[in-house]
């Protein structure tokens, strides 16, 4: 019989590639944030640079969309895993412009509303992902006037259903 891939069969018979293609959302999802410090290590956090074809790798899947056509950003935030998002935020300040304009999901979810959508069931999660957003000392030293404006245009934009964050957060109250 011939395979109908060249793909390998784990030890159960199951094909691994989802796990190897979704590296960075597996470990969002499951809250493995020194996989992911692994992966894409914070300059202040390394003594020793990486090697530059590993995190530019990494770096690409940042910006990947899994099958449900999420980042590894918004799986962090759909799972409420404050460290991983934390630190998906505060890799890089270009990445994380890169993140903020993807839409999520097939729906095509804007980033801050799929915070506040979170909020409604764990309103602690989404108000740290908030307020590292928006605290001026974090915007004007890290991510600069590039996240700020984009912030601000995103306040105003309406997802699927045509709410802006203001009708989210209002759903909060």
């Known amino acids: 019989m011939v395979a109908d891939s060249p793909r390998a069969a ?6 691994d590639d989802e796990e190897e293609t979704y590296v960075l959302h597996n470990a969002a999802e499951q809250g493995h944030v020194d996989r992911l410090r692994e992966l894409l ?3 202040s956090e390394c003594s ?36 991983c998002a934390l630190h998906l935020l505060r890799y890089s300040p270009a990445l994380t412009s890169a993140m903020l ?4 999901g097939d729906f095509g979810t804007p980033f801050l509303h799929l915070v506040l959508r979170v909020g ?13 957003l928006c605290k001026e000392e974090t915007n004007d030293l890290f991510y600069g006037e590039d996240v700020r ?4 245009e995103k306040v ?12 989210l957060y209002d759903n909060w109250q």
């Open 10 to 15: 784990d030890e159960d018979g199951d094909y």
């Open 41 to 43: 290590p914070l300059p």
């Open 48 to 83: 020793d640079p990486p090697p530059r074809l590993s995190v530019l790798s990494s770096e690409t899947n940042l910006l990947e969309k899994d099958d449900m056509g999420f980042l590894p950003l918004h799986v962090a935030v759909i799972h409420q895993q404050t460290d």
């Open 101 to 104: 304009r993807l839409k999520g």
């Open 120 to 132: 409604a069931i764990n309103a602690s999660f989404s108000q740290v992902i908030v307020n590292e």
């Open 149 to 152: 404006t984009l912030l601000f």
């Open 156 to 167: 105003a934009a309406r997802d699927e259903e045509g709410n802006t964050v203001f009708h």
